[in-house]
């Protein structure tokens, strides 16, 4: 990673509420990052990418994080979207179904719960949603800053618990 490219990733990182980044530092050591002009998952778009590999008792996982240059500007919005494709691979990694199906029926007792998020004509999934609220919880940012402007689903505090039950 160039530099200046890294300066950037760090920067979001560092910026993290502690909780967050004691759960997303031995991820992020783990994780290759690029910020490139076009990303391998729809050129446009930035994207994390999670591989485990599983040999007897031997599990295995690293990580890529493909950012759009584009978007990389130093901004508050550019460390959202980092922190947002981070909290992905804290979910790829950590959470097994039972912890998704967990959070999401915690998310749904949320009064700002939707059964559709609509973006870009279909509902969007967990994943998505997740993402969110994890980057707005770490960044102390009351609103998403991407482009699925998910809603803040739970207190700073109820968030944090999940966390804590769910992610160690
Ligand atoms: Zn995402």
New binding site residues.
């Given amino acids: 990673m160039p530099p200046r490219d890294e300066t950037e990733f760090l920067a979001a990182v560092a910026s993290m509420r502690p909780h967050a980044r004691r759960v997303v530092d031995p991820l992020a050591g783990r994780t290759r990052v690029r910020i490139l002009e076009r990303t391998s998952c729809g050129g446009r778009a930035s994207c994390a990418l999670g591989t485990i590999v599983e040999q007897g008792d031997e599990r295995t996982s690293s990580f890529e994080v493909e950012l759009l240059r584009a978007t990389m500007d130093g901004s508050l919005g550019a460390r959202f979207l980092t922190v947002?494709?981070l909290a992905?691979l804290v979910e790829y990694d950590l959470f097994d179904a039972s912890d998704r199906t967990a959070i999401e029926r915690t998310f749904r007792r949320s009064p700002r719960w939707r059964a559709c998020f609509l973006h870009q004509g279909s509902c969007l999934e967990f994943?998505?949603v997740f993402?969110d609220q994890f980057a707005m919880y770490a960044l102390r940012e009351p609103r998403s800053m991407t482009t699925y402007a998910v809603p803040r689903l739970l207190t700073d505090a109820a968030f944090e618990a999940l966390l804590v039950r769910h992610a160690g």
Wanted: aromatic share 0%.
């Fill in positions: 947002h494709e992905h994943s998505e993402a």
